[in-house]
């Protein structure tokens, strides 16, 4: 017990005196995190309180393991999954410091959580199996190293979602941390547990310095550590205790980052059609501001739901395996309302924009087949008639109400060519454009107006007009046009 006891008050002391200087050489090299439209504080402050949390554990996981007597003469007595979370754990840190320092792209980020958690797998940690109640066990064979990559990813992803509150994303790593340690505790893993508990000692300690109105931040070096350690750690643990509840039981501790990141990226890439490495201010902490919360108030609360959903996880410790199957669903559909409560989960407006993009990507597709089709006649055009005569044919396949083409000469003639369907379209739902007709040389000018339906969607109609565009820019019409082409209309005849 006592190293125990060592592993987390040693790591919180150590984190209680690391963290001002830390702070303060945040504030000399500037590293300090102002406010912003989609940010909830109002000061400027330091950013890379991670640095504290990752030096206050480090410094105690050596001390500790010796204490427990794990570490005999050397390091020789680490087995290659732990090992490999220590050294994965430490280059996702360093990746987030560098993007506190220098600001990486999401895609980098990304690029270096998955190939840190292909360091986990290839270790021999891998999530290989999911129990499947009083139904079996389903063998993952190969699909466990993607299974895994993504489990990791996913938890790191979500704990840096969720750090937008004062204390809200270390809290909830405390918790995790915790219930980590249990469970290796449990299925004997003292490694990881003397690890974990270090984690949440150092947490604690960085907490007195983060909780509202924080004096401190703990940037992407912590959040992405603290992810990384936490997914890292769970899949750890189940590999040597062999049971699929050593990765639900955390799952459930840090079911809220995870049911905010799934939020985010629906949020995201379905109802705003952003990209999802992209920041906003939608994540469930910003609702409960919104619903008229105080900030330490939706911190609270959040760790209310934390604590149910964990305390009812915790079941699954004792019971069979089909009953800790219901009651890890049963978590996640408590989270899942709490979620739509707070209007985070928004099912019919995501299920109207998926059915609106489908319909509108079946339309663009349509319209790019016809500017491609038309594109060929459009190159081989060897006259004016030829040219107008394609540019009809597109204009009828991309359903536009008219277009014109208006040629002017120098001594002030002009005429005019129009297309227009038997069922022209009520000048109040047009969207019209005049664009010029590129390469007019010599002595003529030419400007090319297209009306365009609009049905509701602009961004049909403007799809419609860049194809046009690109079918002008495209055409070399001096050789073309003729000073005496005679003014015409052409109607479609089809209704």
């Not at 750090?163 to 915790?178: E, F, K, N, P, T």
């Not at 002008?472 to 109607?491: H, N, Q, R």
Request: net charge neutral; proline share 4%; hydrophobic share 55%.
């Amino acid at each position: 017990m006592k190293p125990y006891l060592l592993s987390y008050f040693g790591s919180l002391l150590a984190g209680l005196l690391i963290m001002p200087a830390v702070i303060a050489l945040s504030r000399r090299l500037g590293l300090v995190d102002k406010p912003h439209a989609r940010k909830i504080h109002s000061r400027p402050t330091p950013r890379v309180g991670g640095i504290g949390i990752f030096l206050a554990a480090a410094c105690m996981v050596g001390p500790a393991l010796w204490a427990q007597g794990l570490l005999g003469n050397g390091f020789g007595h680490i087995d290659r999954p732990f090992a490999a979370l220590l050294a994965a754990s430490a280059a996702v840190f360093m990746v987030g410091l560098l993007d506190d320092v220098h600001s990486m792209s999401g895609q980098v980020k990304f690029l270096a959580l998955g190939l840190s958690a292909l360091v986990v797998c290839a270790s021999g940690a891998r999530i290989d199996s999911l129990s499947i109640g009083g139904l079996g066990v389903l063998d993952l064979g190969i699909w466990s190293w993607p299974v895994t990559v993504l489990w990791i990813v996913g938890v790191t992803v979500g704990l840096n979602f969720i750090d937008g509150a004062d204390g809200l994303a270390g809290g909830i790593a405390a918790i995790a941390s915790v219930v980590i340690a249990v469970i290796a505790v449990c299925f004997e893993q003292a490694f990881l547990a003397l690890t974990m508990l270090a984690l949440a000692g150092a947490l604690c300690g960085f907490l007195f310095y983060n909780f509202n109105p924080a004096k401190t931040f703990m940037g992407d070096c912590g959040s992405m550590f603290l992810g990384f350690s936490l997914a890292a750690g769970a899949v750890v643990c189940a590999s040597g205790a062999g049971s699929i509840v050593a990765v639900a039981l955390p799952a459930v501790a840090l079911g809220v980052p995870i049911m905010d990141a799934a939020c985010t990226m629906v949020r995201r890439g379905v109802l705003e059609r952003r990209s999802i490495f992209k920041a906003e201010r939608g994540h469930i902490h910003h609702r409960l501001l919104d619903l008229g919360f105080k900030q330490k108030h939706a911190v609270v609360i959040l760790y209310a739901v934390t604590l149910v959903a964990t305390s009812l996880g915790a079941f699954m410790l004792v019971t069979a395996a089909w009953a800790s199957v219901a009651i890890f669903l049963c978590v996640f559909t408590l989270l899942f309302l709490v979620f739509q409560m707070v209007g985070s989960v928004r099912l019919r407006e995501t299920a109207e924009a998926i059915r609106g993009q489908r319909a509108l990507r079946k339309e663009l597709t349509h319209y790019k087949d016809s500017f491609e089709e038309i594109q060929l006649h459009i190159r081989v055009a060897r006259d004016f008639e030829q040219w107008w005569s394609a540019v009809c044919q597109a204009a009828a396949h991309m359903r536009l109400a008219w277009i014109s083409v208006k040629l002017a000469g120098d001594n002030g003639d002009t005429h005019t060519s129009v297309w227009r369907p038997a069922d022209a379209v009520g000048l109040s739902n047009l969207t019209i454009v005049r664009l010029p007709v590129a390469a007019a040389q010599g002595p003529l000018s030419a400007e090319f107006e297209l009306a365009v339906p609009f049905d509701g969607t602009l961004e049909s109609a403007a799809h419609r007009i860049t194809l046009f565009s690109r079918l002008l820019d495209e055409t070399d019409l001096s050789g073309l046009l003729s000073p005496t082409e005679p003014a015409k209309e052409t109607i479609d005849p089809r209704p």
